[in-house]
């Protein structure tokens, strides 16, 4: 088969496992009316939060502080925090962080993000160097292989997350403490972007409100109201020497650098529901431009065609050609654009003319061999691009699939994933093409099929 070929067949599998959310029957949004007030950072409310190793989660009267086996953090949080941190999250059989803990490090990022600018400013005048990174969704591995491979985040070695920190992987709540940690430890050495998966609407959906209250039963709904406010104060992209933009998506024609810059992003609880301003929910045009701004940027995907069409397959952002990118870059003095969304096969994809680069970071994301995690190095005062590509836990034997073989890892998992979709949906499915079928002709078309599994999706 063609190579052009096997790429739009890997693409389109990426596109179906991307819009088949992980079943989470039991799952209801926390705090999920729009019209819900914001959550507060205020840290002088003293909550008591029990522990929650696993080992005494059997027995409730034993959840006291004297069993607990964990790590103990002080905060403000020093460098020895971090260590202890990666040291116990990188244990086979780790001790679950005391939610206190957990708490203290939400509301203390939560306070500082607070004071940061809606787009981060990143100067490489010192450091001569930056690294960007990827999607991880919930992958601590890829995050402790970059920090082993690249060193940690500082002053000297600062690091871009560019979102979708979690959701999909099983260690979303230690990505998500880790990178806050090192927030907090070196300020001026990270810089979050939120992602569209930095979202609780996302988080229903794909699993991460699932791996919260299965990981801290007793404590999840107060905490995952501070993940939620961290998550309305993260910002929205970063500009390095204001020469290269960094965005979770993408770009519309309409994408405007400055009205970003101005934007109360706070008042996006989820980007799914329209913004909330004093628990009233707001509907004038004027916000739904602005709405729409922030969704370009953490939705979009670039395509070859010239133009700018709306994200059908997402339902969100856009598909912004070459064409926009130009127009874009040029109007705001920027040399390219990096962006991420997208598992790509190599961990990097370059298009647009050199002008669009995509950085992933979750290496086998869909399974063992499907795919390499990569990240992005900008380097000198003309910010030169290379990538380092690797695989976390590498298996033998998995590095030498051919592209075939990787595009039909990722076709069983896609085709495994819609068959239990579709088995667990059986009895609404049917009785949804029955009525699309009024003559019970047996055939329904493709486009009411998708509209069927999409509506019970
Ligand atoms: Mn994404």
């Known amino acids: 088969m063609a190579l052009e070929f096997l790429l739009q067949l890997f693409d389109f599998f990426n596109a179906l496992l991307t819009h088949i959310p992980t079943n989470a029957p039991n799952c209801k949004p926390i705090a999920s009316d729009a019209t819900s007030k914001s959550s507060s950072t205020d840290t002088t409310v003293e909550t008591k939060y029990e522990d929650e190793s696993p080992s005494e989660a059997s027995s409730p009267t034993s959840r006291t502080e004297s069993n607990y086996r964990g790590i103990h953090l002080s905060f403000p949080m020093q460098r020895k925090d971090l260590d202890n941190l990666i040291e116990s999250f990188r244990r086979k059989k780790q001790h679950r962080l005391h939610a206190k803990y957990v708490a203290g490090i939400l509301k203390q990022a939560a306070l500082h993000l607070k004071n940061l600018p809606n787009l981060n400013q990143v100067s490489t005048g010192i450091s001569k160097q930056v690294t960007i990174c990827g999607d991880l969704h919930g992958k601590l591995d890829d995050l402790?292989?970059?920090?082993?491979?690249?060193?940690?985040?500082?002053?000297?070695?600062?690091y871009v997350f560019n979102g979708d920190f979690v959701d999909r992987?099983?260690?979303?709540?230690?990505?998500f403490l880790l990178l806050l940690t090192c927030l907090l430890v070196f300020p001026d050495g990270v810089f979050l972007n939120r992602g569209n998966h930095e979202d609780h609407v996302m988080n229903t959906r794909y699993g991460f409100i699932r791996e919260v209250k299965l990981k801290y039963k007793h404590n999840a709904d107060r905490l995952l109201?501070?993940?939620?406010?961290v998550y309305r104060w993260l910002p929205l992209g970063t500009l390095v020497n204001n020469k290269v933009l960094i965005v979770h998506g993408g770009i519309s024609d309409s994408t405007d650098i400055e009205?970003?810059?101005?934007?109360?992003?706070?008042?996006?609880?989820?980007?799914?529901?329209?913004?909330?301003?004093?628990?009233?929910?707001?509907?004038?045009?004027?916000?739904?431009k602005e709405w729409k701004q922030v969704f370009d940027?953490?939705?979009?995907?670039?395509?070859?065609?010239?133009?700018?069409?709306?994200?059908?397959?997402?339902?969100a952002g856009t598909y912004f050609g070459p064409d926009v990118t130009e127009k874009f870059l040029q109007k705001n003095n920027l040399l390219f654009l990096v962006r991420s969304h997208e598992c790509k096969l190599d961990?990097?994809?370059?298009?647009?003319?050199?002008?669009?680069?995509?950085?992933?970071s979750a290496s086998n994301y869909y399974e063992t061999?499907?795919?390499?995690?990569?990240?992005?190095?900008?380097?000198?005062?003309?910010?030169?691009?290379?990538?380092?590509q690797f695989t976390a836990a590498p298996k033998a034997g998995s590095a030498n699939l051919t592209f075939r073989q990787k595009v039909?890892?990722?076709?069983?998992?896609?085709?495994?994933?819609?068959?239990?979709?579709?088995?667990?949906?059986?009895?609404?499915?049917?009785?949804?093409?029955?009525a699309m079928d009024p003559s019970a002709a047996g055939l329904v078309s493709v486009t009411d099929w998708c509209t069927a599994l999409e509506k019970h999706g």
């Not at 970059?146 to 060193?151: L, R, V």
């Not at 992987?169 to 990505?175: D, I, N, Q, S």
């Not at 995907?301 to 339902?315: A, K």
Request: charged fraction near 25%.
């Open 297 to 315: 940027i953490l939705w979009s995907d670039p395509q070859r065609g010239e133009g700018c069409i709306p994200n059908t397959l997402r339902g």
């Open 169 to 175: 992987g099983r260690k979303g709540m230690e990505v």
């Open 369 to 388: 061999g499907s795919n390499k995690g990569a990240y992005l190095k900008l380097v000198g005062p003309e910010l030169k691009y290379h990538f380092v």
């Open 408 to 434: 039909g890892l990722i076709e069983t998992s896609a085709i495994k994933e819609l068959m239990s979709k579709i088995q667990s949906s059986k009895s609404k499915l049917l009785q949804e093409f029955s």
């Open 225 to 229: 109201k501070l993940i939620e406010t």
């Open 144 to 158: 402790l292989v970059i920090f082993h491979k690249n060193g940690l985040p500082s002053a000297e070695n600062p």
């Open 347 to 360: 961990g990097y994809e370059i298009v647009h003319d050199n002008k669009v680069i995509t950085i992933f």
């Open 259 to 288: 009205t970003i810059k101005n934007i109360d992003r706070q008042k996006y609880v989820s980007l799914l529901r329209p913004p909330v301003i004093d628990g009233v929910v707001v509907t004038t045009d004027h916000d739904k």
